[in-house]
């Protein structure tokens, strides 16, 4: 039996089918410690022996729910939310409600049987939850230095140069030191202001990575010595992958991570195009790693040299290469920091 999930935050919805994606059952419950437990009581009622749940991946609003299905002994799978539309639409019910996206969910894990599992691994989740506060607050210290921008542009046009470098401290108080000696007027209070909002968000931005550096290297040593690869974007990968075994190859990592490349050839022209699927928070992170390789690493630079000359590859379709082999890359150094994190875990101390 396969149960799909449509998870929200006040309620979740569950449409139960069968083996060929009939309609068995649904249940519609608040999004709460006790929901929880009357799904599981349904589910179980209604499916005695075997089932799986499959739910839709919105971060933290389905996070509740998975943990705890994971901890009953339940076996989960998580599907990505760009793909449930697509199987909507194919459906013959039309029209767009909950009943209908949770059985969307069902069909679409039931039709692909490979959707990597779900694992209890409480272990990550803290650094997943630092890097997502990072970020948040990298991108409020962004908004604000474009708004210190133009104040400072319309104060001065001639200090308006330096904003861009305001991530820097000696940067920031330089211009504070200027902006002081400047008239009194609004916009020099606002933008005095905001820059030291931008002080406070850096000394945050900065803890967070000296918390997470200690957490990293003594679970990722192998990850942490691939060549473009540091602290914060280990932590990003870790985050976002969590049990590396959940991926039962190479292959099936790359496809999670939208590296894999799609073919579009016909007759004699073999070609593959860009693949913009899977965890786009994953790809992002590949992304920058495959830039920093491209830039500084010997075997990185060779292989985007070979593919061009040798296969006529475009610079993008070489760097698509790249990004692919990279991928295979962490993923084996994921599985090695992982058997080697956990054998430390059972033995303990010496």
């Known amino acids: 039996m396969m149960i799909g999930i449509d998870p929200h935050k006040r309620t979740h919805t569950a449409v139960a089918v069968d083996e060929v994606g009939r309609k068995k059952g649904e249940r519609t419950v608040?999004?709460?410690?006790?929901?929880?437990?009357?799904?599981?009581?349904?589910?179980?009622?209604?499916?005695?022996?075997?089932?799986?749940?499959?739910?839709e991946d919105v971060r933290h609003v389905s996070g509740g729910l998975v943990r705890d299905l994971l901890a009953a002994g339940e076996m989960v799978v998580p599907v990505p939310p760009n793909r449930t539309a697509a199987e909507r639409r194919s459906g013959r019910e039309r029209g767009k409600s909950d009943p209908i996206d949770a059985m969307a969910i069902a069909r679409l894990?039931?039709?692909?049987?490979?959707?990597?599992?779900?694992?209890?691994?409480?272990?990550?989740?803290?650094?997943?939850?630092?890097?997502?506060?990072?970020?948040?607050?990298?991108?409020?210290?962004?908004?604000?230095?474009?708004?210190?921008l133009w104040l400072v542009h319309d104060l001065n046009p001639d200090m308006a140069a330096a904003v861009t470098k305001l991530k820097q401290v000696t940067t920031r108080r330089k211009l504070t030191m200027q902006l002081q000696a400047l008239p009194a007027t609004t916009a020099r209070r606002v933008a005095l202001a905001q820059i030291a909002l931008i002080d406070s968000l850096s000394i945050e931005i900065d803890a967070i990575e000296k918390e997470l550096k200690p957490l990293v290297q003594a679970r990722l040593p192998r990850l942490m010595a691939i060549v473009g690869v540091n602290v914060v974007s280990a932590a990003k990968l870790l985050g976002e992958v969590g049990d590396i075994t959940r991926f039962r190859s190479c292959a099936a990592f790359a496809r999670h991570n939208g590296t894999a490349p799609i073919p579009v050839w016909?007759?004699?022209?073999?070609?593959?195009?860009?693949?913009?699927?899977?965890?786009?928070?994953?790809?992002?992170?590949?992304?920058?790693?495959?830039?920093?390789?491209?830039?500084?690493?010997?075997?990185?630079?060779?292989?985007?040299?070979?593919?061009?000359?040798?296969?006529?590859?475009?610079?993008?379709?070489?760097?698509?290469?790249?990004?692919?082999?990279?991928?295979?890359?962490?993923?084996?150094?994921?599985?090695?920091?992982?058997?080697?994190?956990?054998?430390?875990?059972?033995?303990?101390?010496?």
Not at 34 to 54: S, V
């Open 109 to 148: 894990a039931l039709r692909e049987p490979d959707l990597p599992t779900a694992r209890l691994d409480e272990q990550t989740r803290p650094i997943r939850l630092l890097v997502d506060h990072r970020e948040a607050l990298v991108a409020e210290r962004t908004r604000l230095i474009n708004r210190v």
């Open 266 to 350: 016909s007759g004699n022209d073999d070609r593959h195009r860009l693949n913009r699927g899977g965890n786009r928070q994953l790809n992002t992170t590949l992304h920058r790693i495959a830039i920093t390789q491209a830039r500084c690493h010997e075997g990185a630079r060779a292989l985007l040299k070979r593919r061009q000359e040798t296969t006529r590859d475009t610079a993008k379709g070489s760097f698509r290469v790249l990004k692919r082999h990279l991928s295979d890359v962490i993923y084996r150094a994921l599985v090695a920091d992982h058997y080697a994190h956990n054998n430390r875990t059972s033995t303990g101390p010496q």
């Open 30 to 55: 608040q999004a709460r410690d006790h929901g929880h437990i009357q799904l599981l009581a349904w589910a179980r009622k209604l499916a005695p022996e075997e089932r799986i749940w499959a739910v």
